[in-house]
């Protein structure tokens, strides 16, 4: 059974920063690529980061400079630390593993953590 179950979310002032985990189980992480997506509401879900099997890292342009993704292997978790969060950073943050079971890709998501960035 998968599972993804983020944590570190919370409500921060603009300019602050939070560090969300997502770690997860049933699955050979290593084989993963891993990625953030966030929901306002009324919105669509839509990528904030990703990150690959190799390391290789994609970011959305609202986000570049601030936000960081990066994973530990070791411990099956992928991090997303945010900086200099702004008001239009608000939503619910997910955790989505992306990994090929052939013949095709598989999605799997956590539950979300709530972020909220007070102007």
């Known amino acids: 059974q998968v599972q993804l179950v983020e944590s570190g979310g919370g409500l921060v002032q603009a300019g602050g920063s939070l560090r969300l985990s997502c770690a997860a189980s049933?699955?050979?992480?290593?084989?993963?690529?891993m990625g953030w997506y966030r929901q306002a509401p009324g919105e669509q879900r839509e990528l904030v980061t990703s990150?690959?099997?190799?390391?290789?890292?994609n970011y959305a342009d609202s986000v570049k400079g601030r936000f960081t993704i990066s994973r530990d292997n070791a411990k099956n978790t992928v991090y997303l630390q945010m900086n200099s969060l702004k008001p239009e950073d608000f939503g619910v943050y997910y955790c989505?593993?992306?990994?090929?079971?052939?013949?095709?890709?598989?999605?799997?998501w956590g539950q979300g953590t709530q972020v909220t960035v007070s102007s």
């Open positions: 989505n593993a992306k990994i090929f079971t052939f013949p095709r890709w598989r999605d799997y």
């Open positions: 990150i690959t099997r190799g390391g290789s890292t």
């Open positions: 049933g699955i050979i992480f290593s084989d993963a690529d």
